[in-house]
């Protein structure tokens, strides 16, 4: 072989030849050189790197016709090999199988495994489809967390294996926040009620941390009002009291999942909740 050394091949003696698989698709490339050698009964021993015609055994991996085989996520603007989706979007995964000649490969089985972050329900998911008779595929994958997905072609008696590039599939988990009530004095509260989740992914027992915020006009940014933790199955409630209206107020709200270890999500905002706020005195 190419480390100088022989490596011993299973093989079987039929009718006065000897067969043996070797395993090409699992070597590097380059030339190997073949040995045979045979010991009789009595425990006499010869080898040889000849073949019949007196001619060295040499073969050159790989053996197959190589393939390629791409793979990418299609977006609106084309191709990538990362994409940013919402908790309900399907990612969707297209390429092609062909020969280093650029001939197509139809009807090939093509294997898809995602690798999906810690904190997700499970740790892989491992799906399938096939080339169409130009060679072509494309798939809609489940939804889910944030994930890495290969594609893998495992080769025939005539075409070598194949894997594509890694892809990476960054998802938005989902917050949700409601108010009640709507209207309220000063010095009253309201509860807020929400929940995040996302496909596939675990919120842990303890949680998943939450911030409350509402709208300062006056700066024109979202500040904290509370950070809370949701229970395990993501929901969450919250009371705030109103202590401090003089005037008649209409205070919008809106909760934020935060990043955190273990959370197999990018952080998403729910949509604003307002609530209108007139002074004790009515005034």
Known sequence: GNSGEFTRLDSQMQEGFVFAR??????????YELRIVSTDWAGNSA???????????VLSVPLKEEVSLSAGLITKKGIASE????????AVIA???????????????????????????????????RTDGSGAYRLALGRGPIR????????TALLSR????????????KTTLSIRPKVIRNGGSVRMTGSVRGPGGLAGTSGKLVAIQYYDPSRAKWRPAEVIRTNRKGRFSYRYRFRTITTAQKIIFRASSLPEAGWPFLPSTSRPRSVIVYPRTGS
């Open 95 to 129: 390429g092609d199988l062909v020969t280093r000649s650029g001939q197509p490969v139809p009807r090939a089985l093509i294997a898809v495994a995602e690798a999906f972050a810690p904190g997700s329900k499970k740790s892989m998911r491992t799906t399938a489809t």
């Open 47 to 57: 080898a040889s790197t000849a073949d019949s015609k007196g001619q060295a055994m």
């Open 162 to 173: 194949a894997s594509s590039r890694a892809l990476t599939i960054r998802a938005y988990d």
């Open 148 to 155: 890495k997905v290969t594609l893998s072609f495992g080769g």
């Open 83 to 90: 994409i940013r989706i919402r908790p309900n979007k399907r």
């Open 22 to 31: 070797l395993p090409s698709d699992e070597l590097e490339k380059g030339s």
